[in-house]
């Protein structure tokens, strides 16, 4: 008659359970992996060069790209003609913020009006940004005119596009619910439709912020005194390789500071629904 044999199982390997990740890894593991990230971008990047799979004249090494930028801001340049391009870009983020925001509120709360203005934006949100470059230029001229209507046309339509989208998107349980109590109409609208609808804003919010200077510096080569644009156009006619990419530098370092401060005032405006999501 066969017996049943039962090992002892070693008391280390019952009690052995998952090791849980250290809290700083944790904590820190987004900014541990953006740094390896980033240094192996700079790494390939000089390798690229050093190799020479693209001539220097091209594509300039990280370290003289890093040169070319401490020293734009050490005498002058880079200052100089990076305020009046923030500056473009701040006015009209601006007046994109209010009027796509306002436009989008109506569009999207008044579903006839949207039916009535849907073909008309429709055509006019395709039209490519560099194609009405010279309609803006003839309107308006070279001066800061055209060149901000330029960045408001490229805001103006991600802002207004995700506004339609939040405020047509709110769940109709909460306005009924509202309703049922007796709520009025402003009330409905100030306390329940826009408080819904806020954190939809911001994604169209981030991506116009990032659409400024981007617009920008395409107006910016159409004429103009100062600007970035105008920083790398110049350097570009004087195959100053370093510097074109010292301007590209300094436009992607203000795109990552908008994305903080546009991130910061999305977590303070919506700190709200902090433990009723999941973000």
């Known amino acids: 008659m066969a017996t049943a044999t039962t090992e002892a199982v070693p008391a280390e390997v019952a009690i052995r359970r998952p090791k849980r990740p250290r809290a700083f890894l944790v904590k820190y593991?987004?900014?541990?992996?953006?740094?390896?990230?980033?240094?192996?971008?700079?790494?390939l990047w000089w390798l690229v060069?050093?190799?020479?799979?693209?001539?220097?004249?091209?594509?300039?090494?990280?370290?003289?790209?890093v040169k070319a930028f401490v020293g734009g801001l050490a005498d002058g340049t880079i200052v100089t003609d990076a305020w009046p391009s923030i500056q473009r870009a701040v006015i009209g983020f601006s007046i994109a913020l209010v009027i796509g925001i306002v436009l989008g509120i109506l569009v999207?709360?008044?579903?006839?009006?949207?039916?009535?203005?849907e073909p008309v934006l429709l055509f006019f949100r395709n039209l490519s940004l560099l194609a009405?470059?010279?309609?803006?230029?003839?309107?308006?001229?070279?001066?800061?005119?055209?060149?901000?209507?330029i960045v408001v046309w490229a805001c103006f339509w991600p802002i207004f596009i995700n506004a339609?989208?939040?405020?047509?998107?709110?769940?109709?349980?909460?306005?009924?619910?509202?309703?049922t109590l007796g709520a009025g109409r402003f009330y409905i609208f100030t306390q329940v439709v826009l408080p819904a609808a806020l954190p939809s804003f911001f994604p169209g919010i981030r991506l116009a912020a990032a659409n400024a200077f981007t617009a920008l510096v395409a107006a910016e080569l159409v004429g103009g005194a100062q600007g970035l644009g105008i920083y790398i156009n110049n350097a570009s006619y004087r195959?100053?390789?370093?510097?074109?990419?010292?301007?590209?530098?300094?436009?992607?370092?203000?795109?990552?500071?908008?994305?903080?401060?546009?991130a910061g005032a999305e977590r303070y405006l919506t700190r709200w629904q902090r433990g009723l999501t999941t973000r």
């Open 29 to 43: 593991d987004r900014y541990l992996y953006g740094t390896a990230g980033l240094l192996g971008f700079l790494v």
């Open 108 to 117: 999207g709360s008044i579903p006839a009006f949207g039916k009535f203005a």
């Open 239 to 262: 195959m100053q390789t370093p510097q074109i990419y010292a301007g590209i530098l300094t436009l992607g370092l203000l795109g990552v500071l908008v994305n903080a401060v546009m």
């Open 164 to 179: 339609v989208g939040a405020v047509g998107g709110v769940e109709r349980i909460l306005i009924n619910s509202a309703r």
């Open 132 to 149: 009405l470059l010279p309609v803006f230029v003839a309107f308006l001229g070279i001066d800061e005119e055209s060149k901000i209507a």
């Open 49 to 65: 060069i050093d190799r020479g799979l693209i001539d220097s004249l091209y594509l300039a090494t990280p370290q003289d790209t």
